[in-house]
């Protein structure tokens, strides 16, 4: 049985779905087989795949609305099955899947609580993005069935609007950021009247919708109490739709003008249950996934570390709680990271982790900067995961770390030497250098963990 509120949302929702195809030029988008969206959500997901492809892999997308976004993973290969609750959205979507042609692309009308019984399977992926948990009055069902739905060692996404982007005011012309609604969960909806949808100026006939504000606390609340982990977390400054009025339009989406303060728009979280293995997740130990899973091990394993104490760095941890985690542990998940060949294949992650005036002695003697780098292992042709060990960390002064260790393999076994700039958060690295080391050298190491 609905609610009278979300009863009325359906009313609002199945009204929108004529006008969202004409907005969204679903025409153009089925007739061509090289549109696909959800550019975000794809990036967002593909360091947690196989090789960060999404050919073959089982999805489901919860609220997909007339399943644009949907689609675009089926255009990329993934079994795709679209729920939500709209009779008339699933109606328009299933006709879209056809004349796209995507029969790897579904869709079940159902409210994300029945998703679990009505499909009756598990996936290797579960998504939610772009103006969904505000249309939900409780998240402790809706991460339930997240946890139901996933398979284990399955991948959630949720990409949504930041709550402290949806308490500013909508109706302002001075450009202000104010605060106008509620931050914290309440379960009393706020009642809207737009008289519109945020697609067009149609005026709608159901146009009083209901909906719930829900802060961070509560979000990771439920995913935690539902039993998933938080693998990453974070807040975007760019959103896919016009959610302020002073938003200015930009390649990477929605952002504030540069005159203003800056605010999170979206925030992203990917979850799992990293207590269960699957297929999808073992076969990570090649690709990027395996920087992924080191880093999170390495969340709970600093006291392996041998270093000086270096201090903390706010960060959310392996729990998912908001805490501090020392430098040794950023800074070793961000050299593997950048011994993953799809980091190294990604320029503008890569520019993330170094300083701007970044320095590299290359093992020919060879200097390298910052630009002459990220081009070179933008050619790389290296897809190895090297065994990492012998860490130690040194404070050079208040800013600066020292870091050593070993590698094998990568693709040949080598001593490097990084310094780390901690003045800033993340930190990013200043200067490296990789020494060759000869066989002997490395067999009195042999033996240990391999991470
Ligand atoms: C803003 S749309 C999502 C848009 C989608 N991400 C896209 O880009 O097309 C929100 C969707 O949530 C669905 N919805 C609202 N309340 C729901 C509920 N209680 N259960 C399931 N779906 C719901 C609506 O029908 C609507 O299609």
């Not at 139901?148 to 302002?172: A, I």
Request: aromatic share 8%; charged share 25%.
């Amino acid at each position: 049985m609905l609610s009278d509120h979300v009863e009325a949302n359906m009313r609002n929702w199945d009204e929108r779905v004529e006008d969202h195809l004409v907005a969204y030029n679903a025409s153009a988008f089925v007739r061509n087989p090289s549109a696909v969206w959800a550019g975000v959500e794809a990036k967002l997901l593909a360091p947690f795949l196989p090789n960060g492809s999404f050919v073959g892999v089982d999805m489901v997308h919860l609220q997909c609305h007339i399943g644009l976004d949907t689609l675009s993973f089926a255009r990329r290969g993934a079994n795709i099955v679209g729920t939500d609750l709209s009779r008339e959205a699933i109606r328009a979507a299933v006709d879209l899947a056809e004349r796209a042609g995507l029969p790897n692309a579904t869709f079940v009308q159902c409210a994300n609580e029945d998703a679990p019984d009505l499909l009756g399977r598990s996936f290797d992926v579960v998504f939610t993005s772009v103006g969904v948990l505000t249309w939900l009055s409780d998240l402790d069902p809706w991460a339930q069935s997240i946890h139901r739905l996933l398979r284990p060692g399955g991948v959630f996404l949720v990409y949504d609007g930041h709550p402290m982007m949806n308490v500013m005011e909508y109706e302002r012309d001075d450009g202000k950021l104010v605060v106008g609604e509620p931050y914290f969960h309440s379960t009393s909806p706020i009642r809207f009247d737009d008289g519109v949808t945020y697609a067009s100026d149609t005026r709608m006939a159901n146009s009083v919708t209901y909906q719930w504000p829900h802060d961070l606390a509560v979000i990771f609340g439920s995913l935690l109490g539902a039993g998933l982990e938080i693998e990453a977390f974070d807040e975007h400054q760019a959103m896919p739709w016009k959610a302020l009025p002073n938003l200015e339009p930009t390649d990477a989406g929605w952002v504030l003008p540069g005159t203003s303060p800056k605010i999170p728009l979206m925030f992203s979280i990917v979850a799992g249950d990293l207590t269960r293995s699957c297929p999808v997740r073992r076969v990570l130990s090649r690709s990027v996934g395996l920087a992924n899973i080191q880093k999170r091990r390495l969340l709970g394993r600093a006291d392996q570390v041998k270093s000086e104490r270096l201090g903390s760095i706010a960060m959310i941890n392996q729990r998912g709680r908001l805490g501090r985690v020392g430098y040794e542990t950023v800074i070793k998940a961000a050299e593997l990271d950048l011994m993953s060949s799809v980091t190294r294949r990604d320029g503008l992650r890569v520019k993330t982790l170094l300083h701007q005036d970044f320095v590299e002695i290359g093992r020919s003697g060879r200097l390298w900067d910052r630009e002459e780098l990220v081009r070179a292992l933008i050619q790389e042709d290296i897809d190895e995961s090297p065994v990492v060990d012998e860490w130690a960390f040194v404070a050079l002064s208040r800013n600066l770390v020292l870091v050593t260790y070993l590698v094998c393999g990568f693709p040949n076994d080598s001593r490097h030497a990084s310094i780390w700039d901690i003045s800033v958060e993340p930190p990013v690295m200043r200067f490296h250098q990789g020494t060759p080391v000869t066989q002997a050298v490395v067999e009195r190491s042999v033996g240990r963990r391999r991470m």
